[in-house]
Structure formats: structure tokens, C-alpha cells
């Protein structure tokens, strides 16, 4: 069993290499993924990623790749896939002294997923873990539905909305975690239970990856 302190001993080489730990963390809608990421990122010093974040700071910064990206979203297209890891890929490489990443909403398809391998292992810091918070369908629906009280918001308040933005995290996630499965880096983590319960499975699944 490590703690913060050890986590960073395995981290820091010598006292001068970085060695990066990443990990990708995956949980449908309502899983309590924001509050799980949050806390790995402060336990272990990670730097989070999310495609959401790094695609509005592309766009507010009117980067070339920001400014492809909004030419698309404009037109209500897909963001192709290689103008995402590209953003990816800069938002990474602009972080020389980070600890590690934690992945949050990418990748979202196989070819998301391959291409990230390809980069990450050209710098020879890959993906360590792969972690996947599994809840079930009616505890999803009465946290949004628990949640859509307090925030407002309208994809929260309706159950017909909230079981359909299920289904699609389910078809659309599925084939990345069996990508990861092949890959022996899978964790499905039973997220029922308290905040600090959930949380400590996670960091049981980083610690015998570590180990291993």
C-alpha cells in the first residue's frame, strides 16, 4: 500500500526524471466520475484532462486547431477525430512537468483510443490504468433526477432523457473498454456506496497496478 508521498517516490526518478503515470477513468452519467477524478487528481498530483476543457480553451484562444475545431461545431459536425488528439496532444506536450494525467472523456472512440496509445507510447509514458465506475441504471436515474432539482438543468429532470444518455454511454464506451481489456489494463469498479468507498477501490485498483 502506497500513499501520496510514495506515489510521488515511484513518480520522481533520481529527484530529476518525471516518469508519468496516466490512467483513463470512464462512469455513465451520474457515476460521481467529477467527484472521483477530483479526488485522484489531489491524492496523487495528476493533471486532469478533459476534452470539454481543452476544446474551450482551443476555441476562447483562437488556435489554429481551435479554430478548425469551431468551423465544424458551426456547421453541427463531428469534431474529426485527429483535430481532437491534436489538442490532446498539445495540452499534453505543453505540460512537460506533470506527474501524470488523469484522462476524463477521451478517448470516446476506438480510433481516439489508438491514437493516444500511439502518441503516448512514442514518449514512453502509456496509459498504466484504466479505471471504469459501474452503477446501476435506476441509481443513475434517481442521482440526475436528485441532481436536476438543485442545478436545473433540463437534461437532468427528465427520465426518458437521462435512460437514453445512458444507452449511448453504454454503445458508445463498451468497444473502448474492451479495447483496454485486451490491453490487461481494465478495472471495473463497483461505483455504488459512499464517495470515500468508492474512492478507495479506485485507489486499490492504482496500487496493485503500480505493484504490478
Given amino acids: 500500500m502506497f500513499g501520496r508521498q510514495a506515489f510521488a517516490g515511484l513518480l520522481l526518478s533520481d529527484g530529476i526524471q518525471v516518469i508519468m503515470f496516466n490512467l483513463v477513468i470512464f462512469g455513465p452519467p451520474g457515476a460521481g466520475k467529477g467527484t472521483q477524478s477530483e479526488k485522484l487528481l489531489d491524492k496523487y498530483q495528476l493533471t486532469h484532462l478533459s476534452t470539454g476543457d481543452v476544446f474551450r480553451a482551443n476555441i476562447k484562444g483562437e488556435t489554429e486547431l481551435g479554430l478548425l475545431a469551431k468551423s465544424f461545431i458551426d456547421r453541427g459536425e463531428l469534431v474529426p477525430d485527429e483535430v481532437t488528439i491534436g489538442m490532446v496532444k498539445d495540452f499534453v506536450e505543453d505540460r512537460v512537468s506533470a506527474r501524470g494525467f488523469v484522462f476524463d472523456g477521451f478517448p470516446r472512440t476506438i480510433a481516439q483510443g489508438e491514437a493516444l496509445d500511439h502518441f503516448l507510447n512514442e514518449r514512453g509514458t502509456p496509459i498504466n490504468i484504466v479505471l471504469a465506475l459501474e452503477v446501476d441504471e435506476d441509481e443513475l436515474v434517481r442521482r440526475l ?13 427528465s427520465e426518458a432523457t437521462i435512460r437514453t444518455r445512458f444507452n449511448e454511454y453504454l454503445q458508445k464506451t ?10 490487461g489494463k481494465l478495472n471495473r469498479v463497483h461505483g455504488m456506496g459512499s464517495i470515500d468507498d468508492i474512492f478507495a477501490r479506485l485507489v486499490s485498483c492504482i496500487e496493485d497496478a503500480s505493484a504490478s
Fill in 174 to 183: 463498451e468497444p473502448l473498454l474492451e479495447y483496454y481489456e485486451k490491453q
Fill in 145 to 157: 433526477l436528485e441532481r436536476g432539482k438543485i442545478s436545473g438543468r433540463a437534461d437532468d429532470q
